[in-house]
């Protein structure tokens, strides 16, 4: 009789809607990507919108009856700045596609450079400074991270064939480019000056440098 008065033990009972909480906060934090890292790629996906809808028709670029000898050196010169400041966006298309085809033709040095701003990305840049890079059983620092990171960077680039790839395509781009806005003239050219003031493919580098820090979220301005 004394055992059915008894109360039973009450058991504590813990929150189901706060774990639940706290698991999907730890499994984003850890899976998904970062702040910074989708503000970065938003950022260049814009970029590159905004570029290619300023990029003027390829007929124009290579219309044959728009092609003359420059009258000297200065001319040349003159003929290349105005024809960059219009065909700015096919000409970077054209060195980004000589980049390319010398990468792919070499997969070797695709492969290294792919693996090396990889590692970049998510192992510096864009990794949150919490918790720290552990590495085959050991833990790194942000300083021991990037002081890898730099000397990675050095052997790939100046002790593999992918500087002598990088460089090579650089050469040969600049070539065609050059060549081709010396012998173009653009007296038939008429470009707004607003537009050639901040226009191309790199300008979201112009935009990040304005922007505030903490525009470019925790974990690349923790490191910064």
């Not at 059915?4 to 009972?13: E, Q, R, Y």
């Not at 813990?14 to 990507?33: E, K």
């Not at 304005?210 to 925790?218: K, S």
Request: aromatic share 8%; with cysteine; charged share 15%.
């Amino acid at each position: 009789m004394a055992s059915t008065g008894s109360s039973p033990p009450v058991l504590p009972i813990s929150n189901p809607q706060t774990n639940t909480s706290d698991s999907q906060q730890t499994i984003s934090g850890v899976v998904g990507p970062t702040p910074a890292l989708r503000s970065f790629i938003t950022r260049i996906s814009d970029t590159i919108q905004s570029s290619f809808s300023n990029r003027r028709p390829w007929s124009e670029l290579i219309d044959r009856s728009a092609f003359s000898k420059p009258d000297s050196v200065s001319d040349a010169t003159l003929r290349i700045r105005k024809n960059y400041s219009y065909f700015r966006t096919n000409y970077l298309s054209l060195l980004g596609i000589v980049l390319a085809v010398s990468l792919i033709t070499n997969p070797f040095s695709l492969l290294l450079l792919t693996a090396l701003l990889a590692a970049w990305l998510f192992l510096y840049l864009f990794r949150p400074s919490d918790p720290p890079l552990v590495l085959f059983g050991r833990q790194f620092s942000d300083r021991e991270t990037l002081g890898v990171l730099i000397i990675s960077t050095v052997v790939v680039i100046f002790l593999t064939s992918v500087g002598s790839v990088l460089v090579s395509a650089l050469m040969i781009g600049l070539a065609i480019i050059c060549t081709h806005a010396a012998f173009r003239a653009p007296e038939d050219l008429f470009l707004d000056e607003q537009e050639s003031a901040a226009t191309g493919f790199l300008s979201f580098l112009n935009a990040a440098a304005a922007a505030p820090p903490a525009a470019a979220g925790p974990a690349v301005s923790a490191r910064v």
